[in-house]
């Protein structure tokens, strides 16, 4: 069964550095997406991608993040500058179409974790 | 104001319970709704789509009131297995992105 791949599986980097996410979505899916997921909190949407480029984002996806997709099969989402608040599960998802009803599959996750 | 709104528990019930789960959502044009599952420190991954018109999967089944703006979730025969996280989650009109409860906290005890 096709998955959604994602690596490292945990990320620990010192407060101000920069870290790359990487993602590799099934592979006939065309939406991409981030979200997050602080200990103990509920998951939240961060951007969603198509087309290569970025179709909706949140409020917390300001500009000490990027997204990119910089071949035809990975999906990274940068964090620079990282601080503190930005530890947490970080969960990519990828869908193959949009409209009522399409499952989004999510791959297995990377914690971040910010000193 | 919150877009899902979810009781987070903890639920512990014995083997062989019946539960039920209930979400409530701000958004009244959301189109989609789902209940997902999330084991301790995993992703989170489809449990079941929910349906205007309720839908059953074994022993799982979930309504939706869109004139409540009110989802629910029964688990019938409750086994050990069923332990977890369950995620309320909303999809908005016109966009793709999941709204997600805080999630419900189920023990299933021996």
């Given at each position: ?115 | ?21 209930n979400c409530t959502y701000s958004n009244s044009a959301s189109q989609s709704f789902f209940w997902y ?14 349906y205007s018109s309720g839908n059953e999967d074994g022993r799982f089944t979930a309504q939706l009131n ?36 805080t999630g419900t906290r189920l023990t299933v005890i021996p």
């Open positions: 069964e096709p998955e959604v791949t994602q690596t490292p599986s945990h990320q620990v980097t010192q407060m101000g550095q920069e870290v790359i996410l990487r993602c590799v979505p099934i592979s006939n899916h065309l939406y991409f997406y981030w979200y997050r997921q602080i200990l103990g909190q509920k998951v939240e949407f961060l951007v969603s991608f198509y087309n290569n480029e970025i179709s909706e984002k949140s409020e917390i996806f300001d500009d000490q993040f990027s997204v990119e997709r910089p071949d035809g099969s990975n999906f990274t989402l940068k964090i620079r500058s990282t601080k503190l608040e930005d530890s947490a599960m970080y969960f990519c998802a990828s869908i193959r179409t949009s409209g009522s009803g399409n499952e989004q599959f999510f791959g297995p996750g990377t914690r971040l974790t910010v000193l | 104001r919150k877009e899902v709104e979810q009781d987070p528990g903890p639920f512990n019930v014995p083997e062989g319970a019946t539960v039920a789960f599952r999330q084991d301790c420190r995993k992703e989170p991954k489809l449990l079941m789509s929910v869109r004139a409540s703006q009110y989802i629910s979730l029964l688990i019938r025969d409750s086994k050990l297995s069923d332990s977890a996280t369950y995620l309320c989650v909303v999809k908005g009109n016109g966009a793709n992105n999941l709204f997600f409860g």
